[in-house]
């Protein structure tokens, strides 16, 4: 062509709010399947489980409109442009308010420079160069991929506050570290009857088990941050038992009491067979629910402790 042509990309339109299925399929019959409840998104091709609201958001907005540069219409060169019966193109299906399909976008590879990615309508030849970032909200950063269930789920474990924790315990195999925290309490002015109220804005660390001694702060804090935020990189099967994934009666648990009362357990399992060298990832469980969790080895290490990793310096 001897000029750009910027155009929408499908004839069809959408309602946001009336999309109650998203289907991505890719090579070898690999599907991601999303579906919309009355509250929240969740992944049926992941068990169900509840998928990142921001990440479904994003999608649907790049998808809605859709516009590209015109390429080609050329079957012979579909493939050029990672399109086609003779290409894996990524294809996405949008379903509407009575489950059916609306919308359908074929995905082929990013150009040689610039952001975006070639697409078409699977109905006609014609190749759009989008310079929307699709296949980044499909987690395919570098171009396309087998498209993943854990891109889009919600893998939030536990979050809180630093200073709602007020006591850890780290059971690991027949050892067992208790800690809890100590507030400084103001003396009490001269004549006052009530008793002041410790500032619980500053602590030291205490072990109450095995036996009682300080602890150095900075090292037990360390831990107590590392259990604010736990996120995990994936799940798998829940229905699975669990001592096959080391969950029964675990070696290594870690259990923290809060200061509105509640409590927390965190169960380490086995390390997951296929994990990449270096870390690894381990199957963990929490009290919470029956969610199996992959927690990444670094943030396992960043919570169980020896003894000698937590006493003050001489």
Same mark, same amino acid.
């Given at each position: ?69 015109? +390429? %080609?219409?050329?079957?012979?060169? &579909? $493939?050029?442009?990672?399109?086609? *019966?003779? /290409? ?111 500032? +619980? %804005?500053?602590?030291?660390?205490? &072990? $109450?088990?095995?036996?009682?001694? *300080?602890? /150095? ?98």
């Amino acid at each position: 062509t001897s000029a750009s042509d910027t155009a929408q990309v499908l004839s069809s339109t959408f309602v946001t709010e009336e999309i109650n299925r998203v289907l991505i399929a890719g090579a070898d019959s690999v599907e991601v399947i999303l579906e919309r409840l009355p509250d929240h998104w969740v992944a049926r091709s992941a068990w169900s489980h509840p998928v990142e609201q921001r990440k479904i958001d994003e999608l649907l907005t790049d998808l809605d409109g859709l516009s590209g540069q015109y +390429r %080609s219409d050329n079957p012979e060169i &579909l $493939v050029d442009y990672g399109l086609g *019966p003779d /290409a894996s193109p990524v294809t996405i299906t949008l379903f509407g308010a009575e489950w059916e399909p609306i919308y359908t976008l074929e995905i082929g590879r990013k150009p040689d420079s610039g952001t975006g990615a070639f697409v078409r309508d699977p109905e006609n030849n014609a190749v759009f160069l989008t310079r929307a970032n699709i296949l980044g909200k499909l987690g395919m950063y570098t171009g396309l991929a087998t498209p993943e269930n854990k891109f889009f789920l919600d893998l939030a474990v536990y979050k809180c506050e630093r200073t709602d924790i007020e006591t850890i315990v780290l059971h690991q195999g027949d050892q067992t570290l208790s800690m809890e925290k100590v507030f400084a309490t103001p003396e009490p002015a001269e004549g006052d009857s009530i008793a002041p109220v410790p500032d +619980r %804005s500053t602590w030291e660390w205490v &072990l $109450v088990e095995p036996e009682r001694r *300080p602890l /150095a702060k900075s090292k037990v804090d360390g831990i107590m941050n590392a259990l604010t935020s736990i996120r995990a990189s994936d799940i798998d099967d829940p229905g699975t038992p669990m001592e096959e994934y080391g969950l029964w009666k675990a070696d290594r648990r870690v259990e923290f009491a809060l200061a509105d009362g509640s409590e927390f357990e965190l169960r380490i399992g086995a390390m997951r067979d296929d994990t990449a060298e270096g870390q690894g990832e381990y199957y963990v469980m929490t009290s919470q629910d029956r969610t199996i969790w992959m927690l990444s080895g670094y943030k396992v290490d960043q919570i169980f402790k020896d003894l000698s990793d937590l006493l003050p310096e001489s």
